[in-house]
């Protein structure tokens, strides 16, 4: 899968998780980058490559309790069919994304690393999956 897909789904799960479980899925943050949410210290990791095969992102599944197993499984099945771009788009819609952003004071293009806040996550997919605090 590509790189940019790749962040993309780790963010759709990161927000689902917080929403279904209140709890943090990994402790690294999202930044509000030009092309939607990035973990900094994943693209560390597939900096300079477009493509991504299995194996070439360090981690250990095994380590994911049954719960963080389930959102992520349920994001990968429910998500896989949409590409980078359709993915970014989605995470481009008003939320914690466009807050972000729009805290940094950027335009669509300038970079920022302004950070997603996990409140503001948690509330925006906790209302599309029909959460109530």
Request: net charge negative.
């Amino acid at each position: 899968m590509s790189a940019m897909k790749l962040q993309k789904l780790c963010y759709f799960a990161y927000g689902y998780h917080l929403a279904w479980e209140d709890r943090q899925l990994f402790p690294e943050r999202f930044e509000a980058w030009a092309n939607g949410p990035v973990v900094y210290e994943l693209y560390d990791q597939h900096r300079g490559r477009f493509n991504l095969d299995k194996g070439d992102i360090a981690g250990d599944p095994a380590a994911l309790d049954d719960d963080e197993r389930d959102s992520v499984n349920v994001v990968l099945e429910n998500f896989r069919a949409y590409d980078a771009h359709e993915l970014s788009a989605m995470t481009h819609q008003p939320g914690p994304w466009l807050d972000a952003r729009q805290r940094a004071g950027v335009t669509d293009l300038q970079r920022s690393n302004e950070e997603l806040r996990d409140e503001e996550i948690a509330d925006f997919f906790g209302a599309l999956v029909g959460r109530e605090d």
